[in-house]
C-alpha cells in the first residue's frame, strides 16, 4: 500500500514533500494464504509473516510470529487547538475486509527498503469513505479523519522525531510538518511495537494550528495497515 503523496511547504521553515509521507514498499507482505511460505529465514503461514523489530538500534527482520494479532493492534489520538476531535480505532469493531469503500484504515506499516540500507515506520488512521483511482470531479475520493505519522530512517525501539499530516476531512483543513513530532517506540516479541506520539502542527490557513496526543500498537504480523468494515460510516 502507498500512502497518500503530499507536496505542501508551509511558513518556509517546514517542508515536507513526497517523498516523506510516500513510500515504495519493496515486497508484499502478510499476503493471507493456507500454506506454509517463507518468511525471512523461518516459514509460516503468509499471515503471520512479518517484522521483529525488538532490536535496537538495528533494521527490522522479516519474521514469523508466534500467533496472529492483528485484532489487537489500534491506533487512538486526541487532537486539540484549531480542530479538536479524538478517535479510537478500537471502538470500531474488528471486521477485516478488502474495500476502499466505508473502511477504516489503521496500524502500522514498516517499509523495508530493497537497498537494506534502512527502514521507515508509518502510523496510519483513516476513516474512508470512497477511494476513487480516476480524477472525477463526480466521483472524488472521500475521507473524514485521517492521521499520518512517518519516522523516516527507523531503527527499533528509542526515541525520534517524525513528520506528520492531519486531515480533518477531505474537504477541511490541513495540518503538516516535518520533524515536528516526537514519538517513543518500545517491541516487545510477543506483542510487536507500541508507543506513543506528539505533534504539533501548522494549518494550511496562517494562525491555525493543532496539537495532538496519540498512542498506537501493532503486533509482530500486522506490520501493514489493516482495513476493517467502517461501522458507522456516513451514508
Known amino acids: ?36 511460505a517463507v518468511c525471512g529465514s523461518q516459514s509460516c503461514l503468509p499471515a503471520l509473516c512479518g517484522y521483529d523489530c525488538t532490536t535496537k ?9 508466534a500467533s496472529d494479532g492483528r485484532a489487537s493492534t489500534f491506533v487512538a489520538a486526541s487532537v486539540s487547538g484549531s480542530v479538536s476531535s479524538s478517535f479510537d480505532s478500537r471502538s470500531n469493531p474488528y471486521m477485516p475486509v478488502f474495500s476502499l469503500d466505508k473502511v477504516i ?3 502500522c506499516a514498516v517499509w523495508d527498503y530493497s537497498d537494506q540500507s534502512h527502514d521507515s515506520l508509518a502510523i496510519n488512521y483513516e476513516e474512508l469513505i470512497h477511494a476513487s483511482f480516476a480524477v472525477d470531479p463526480d466521483d472524488p475520493t472521500r475521507t473524514k479523519r485521517n492521521l499520518t ?16 499530516r492531519f486531515l480533518e476531512s477531505s474537504e477541511g483543513m490541513t495540518f503538516v510538518g516535518r520533524e515536528l513530532c516526537t514519538i517513543d517506540v518500545a517491541a516487545d516479541a510477543m506483542t510487536g511495537l507500541t508507543g506513543s506520539f ?5 494549518g494550511q490557513v496562517g494562525g491555525v494550528s493543532i496539537l495532538i496526543d496519540g498512542k498506537f500498537g501493532c503486533s509482530e504480523n500486522s506490520m501493514q495497515p489493516i482495513f476493517s468494515a467502517w461501522a458507522d460510516a456516513p451514508r
Do not use: W
Request: aromatic share 8%.
Open 1 to 36: 500500500m502507498k500512502l497518500t503523496a503530499l507536496a505542501l511547504c508551509l511558513f518556509a521553515t517546514a517542508c515536507v514533500t513526497g517523498e516523506d509521507l510516500d513510500f515504495p514498499q519493496s515486497k508484499p507482505i502478510n499476503t493471507d494464504g493456507k500454506t506454509d
Open 57 to 65: 538500534g538495528e533494521q527490522c527482520t522479516e519474521a514469523c510470529a
Open 105 to 107: 484504515v489503521y496500524g
Open 149 to 164: 505519522v512517518v519516522i523516516p530512517t527507523f531503527t527499533g525501539p528509542g526515541s525520534y522525531k517524525a513528520n506528520a
Open 198 to 202: 506528539r505533534c504539533s502542527l501548522p
